[in-house]
């Protein structure tokens, strides 16, 4: 068989495989029909055995016993890409974890294409890492190795914002000069881009791309924030200690975020929460922690944040049920909480898109379409300070965890044939 290219869109929360063919989706199924594969690895304790994405949810949330890993893409360029996890007494290199991920997501697509893929356009972040170009390098270098170590011979990168802004392109009928807006669950990034049927035939699109910029703020972020200013005080953060100090808050912070989740099950961890509670003023709250860090919980809570995030993106309240640490546990949550806890995190992310309109020299009036893409970008205090920015240019929503995946394979085909 004649080997052919691909995008892949390896996302924090999610991600696709596409597959650029004259007349059919370019997206290929990855699980059970669905073209997204949720970024997510559980290995069963009895045998170490690894299910991905949906079932790996699934797996997790029924009960069995295992370790959860997500949001393994936050890894790259930090530190503990290099370094590894126990996992049931036996070390895993971390990137060795992303190998698993990552060839895991080519075989897949094999099997759904019925063709082997060796050369490859990875989407990657504008910034991986924020100021720091030295980190942010060697994090599409180590994506380039795994890349190679799963089988592709040919790799290439393209902006994830850029490989959205193809995908807009191949639906339009005239210039148009686009800010693509891609919020995905580790990073925000920006593109302004001059995009027409025309220019879409051309293979070198570097003058067309009038600017890029981006900031390490995403979805996974506005999980955390929510759950720092909601759920953890519930545990006990911002309580006090009977010495009238604050309560340490490291742990809490551990359990906020997706990717630090299984340190809080540590020794050194455990003690250190005993420790907390035997000194907290209000041991009912720890009480609720340790009862969450012994049954191993805490991806099941940042779960329940999530879904609380997304249904307020949608409608001004929801519920939070917490019955799995204390029975009959409920918390309301309200679109203007949402708002207040991430409202620094989006004034980040407005300031990063000023910046960059400054830096094109381009004024806001000039700009046509403002295209939204990556599943947060649907986050209504997001938008509103977005579009405030550019009040003249027409809104369009593209596929929001599929747009990327779809412009990488028509990359991919312009680059590799």
């Known amino acids: 068989m004649h080997p052919e290219s691909c995008g892949l869109d390896f996302g924090t929360s999610n991600s696709t495989v596409g597959w650029s063919r004259p007349g059919l989706p370019a997206l290929l199924p990855l699980e059970d029909g669905k073209v997204t594969l949720p970024s997510v690895v559980f290995f069963h304790a009895e045998d170490l055995n690894a299910s991905y994405g949906r079932a790996a949810l699934a797996d997790y949330l029924s009960g069995h016993e295992g370790r959860l890993m997500r949001s393994l893409k936050s890894l790259l360029g930090t530190a503990m890409i290099d370094e590894h996890t126990e996992l049931m007494g036996q070390a895993l290199p971390f990137r060795r974890l992303l190998e698993q991920f990552i060839g895991e997501l080519k075989r897949r697509a094999e099997h759904a294409a019925g063709k082997p893929f060796s050369r490859a356009v990875v989407g990657r972040p504008v910034f991986f890492v924020d100021d720091n170009p030295k980190a942010d390098q060697l994090a599409e270098q180590t994506l380039r190795e795994i890349a190679h170590a799963v089988g592709f011979k040919d790799v290439a990168f393209q902006f994830e914002p850029i490989a959205a802004a193809f995908d807009y392109e191949s639906q339009i009928t005239r210039e148009e000069l686009v800010l693509v807006v891609d919020i995905g669950g580790g990073t925000s990034d920006f593109s302004l881009v001059r995009l027409s049927p025309e220019r879409a035939t051309k293979t070198d699109r570097r003058e067309d791309i009038l600017a890029n910029g981006g900031i390490h703020i995403g979805g996974t972020d506005f999980d955390k924030y929510l759950s720092l200013a909601s759920v953890m005080p519930m545990l006990g953060m911002g309580s006090e ?177």
Not at 296 to 316: F, M, N, P, Y
Not at 334 to 357: W, Y
Request: charged share 25%.
């Open 241 to 417: 200690l009977i010495s009238g100090r604050q309560m340490p808050s490291a742990q809490f912070f551990n359990l906020a975020t997706w990717h630090t989740i299984n340190f809080a099950y540590t020794r050194k961890s455990w003690a250190e929460i005993q420790d907390m509670r035997r000194h907290a003023l209000d041991k009912d709250k720890l009480a609720r922690l340790m009862n969450l860090v012994q049954q191993r919980s805490g991806h099941w809570l940042a779960l329940q944040v999530e879904a609380a995030k997304i249904a307020l993106s949608e409608t001004d309240t929801t519920t939070i049920e917490l019955g799995r640490i204390e029975p009959g546990q409920t918390f309301l949550l309200n679109r203007a909480d949402f708002d207040s806890a991430i409202g620094h995190l989006v004034t980040g992310i407005e300031t990063t898109v000023q910046n960059l309109l400054r830096d094109a020299g381009v004024h806001t009036t000039d700009i046509d379409t403002v295209f939204f893409t990556g599943g947060s970008s649907s986050v209504p205090l997001l938008r509103e300070r977005i579009s405030a920015l550019l009040p003249d240019a027409r809104r369009v929503e593209g596929d929001l965890f599929g747009s990327i995946g779809a412009g990488l394979a028509l990359d991919a085909k312009r680059k590799f044939g």
